[in-house]
């Protein structure tokens, strides 16, 4: 897309954002009044989506009602949620129905769970590795009760060892813990690609190295193709090459920016930073090929990280800030506009 084709697109994507503020009640404001105080929703539930045979667009989001009831407005299919102190597999039946209920009225589904941090599957300490792979089985039997038919989460890690030490402990995790529940279950997991120390599978050769111990296809990726973009790795030939494996999609963008680049180096601090989905170097007209080339219906869930589209400390409110909303809304007339269904057909 080039300069003049992206000043467009911001532009006219602008209008359709106010347009979505104008539905929810706030004409100039994006979305202002959707929480305002004692608002309650006009007429019926929304209507939510059914299965299709397409990818489901979500937003990465805490569980909160007021999260998830902006979600349904602004166009998207579900949310996916990650772990948190009142999001968790303590929840009681009747908690977990409320959630179930509240999902329902903000007219979402709940895609899938995260479950990153503070589950290294592949811990050097025996006790802790087997109360690890405990607790996440426990969180594969939450997202069945929600619903959910993936749980996302890292791939655990051994600073220093060799990687085909970390593949065999991951495979065996898998095999051995993780594979019966999944059947039992009926449930998919994978790990996100994000290069941390307790993620070791974040590049190709690694997860290779995993698939190539585990045969079932319940094991894939939740493929984010934003972390490549800043390793220099093709995130659109990555995902060709492992596309049976890709379970889930966190939609984000990376921008690169070249003159701090020349100046720091590669193992410098600044010359690249996440965006939404369009404002930074994926082709995403490509990656989304991939995914409907490979029959994809899972969650592609926009994971928020721009900080031109945010407002800082807002993470522990219960709704979110105007200016992230608009970044959600950005991403959502974006990406739609290469989706097939009723994502598309919405905007």
Not at 188 to 212: H, L
Request: net charge negative; aromatic share 10%.
């Amino acid at each position: 897309m080039s300069k003049l084709e992206r000043r467009r697109f911001l532009k006219a994507a602008g209008a359709s954002a106010a347009g979505v503020s104008a539905a929810l009640g706030a004409p100039g404001v994006l979305g202002a009044s959707l929480n305002a105080p004692g608002a309650s929703p006009a007429g019926p539930a929304p209507e939510v989506p059914g299965p299709t045979p397409y990818p489901k667009l979500s937003v990465i989001t805490p569980y909160t009602p007021e999260k998830l009831r902006f979600a349904g407005a602004a166009g998207y299919e579900g949310v996916v949620v990650p772990l948190d102190k009142n999001f968790s597999p303590e929840l009681s039946d009747s908690q977990i129905d409320q959630v179930l209920a509240t999902a329902r009225d903000a007219g979402v589904r709940i895609i899938s769970i995260e479950c990153m941090w503070g589950f290294n599957h592949i811990a050097r300490d025996p006790a802790h590795r087997r109360d690890n792979q405990a607790h996440f089985i426990r969180c594969l039997e939450f997202a069945h009760r929600l619903g959910c038919k993936f749980v996302g989460t890292f791939s655990g890690g051994m600073p220093h060892a060799p990687m085909a030490d970390q593949a065999k402990a991951l495979a065996d995790a898998f095999n051995e813990q993780y594979l019966p529940v999944c059947d039992k279950l009926d449930m998919n997991m994978g790990w996100e690609n994000f290069p941390t120390q307790e993620n070791f599978a974040t590049v190709p050769a690694a997860w290779n190295a995993v698939f190539a111990q585990v045969p079932s296809p319940r094991l894939g990726l939740e493929f984010d193709p934003s972390h490549l973009v800043r390793q220099y790795i093709d995130p659109v030939r990555a995902a060709w090459d492992v596309q049976a494996r890709i379970h889930a999609v966190h939609a984000k963008d990376t921008e690169i920016t070249k003159p701090v680049l020349q100046q720091v180096g590669i193992h410098g601090e600044g010359w690249w930073r996440y965006r939404i989905p369009g404002q930074g170097l994926i082709d995403w007209p490509a990656f989304i090929t991939v995914l409907l080339q490979a029959k994809f219906a899972g969650g592609i869930a926009v994971e928020h990280e721009d900080e031109f589209w945010d407002k800082p400390n807002t993470e522990n409110e219960p709704d979110f800030p105007q200016e992230r909303k608009d970044g959600f809304i950005l991403a959502h007339r974006f990406l739609t506009m290469y989706l097939p269904g009723r994502v598309a057909q919405t905007t």
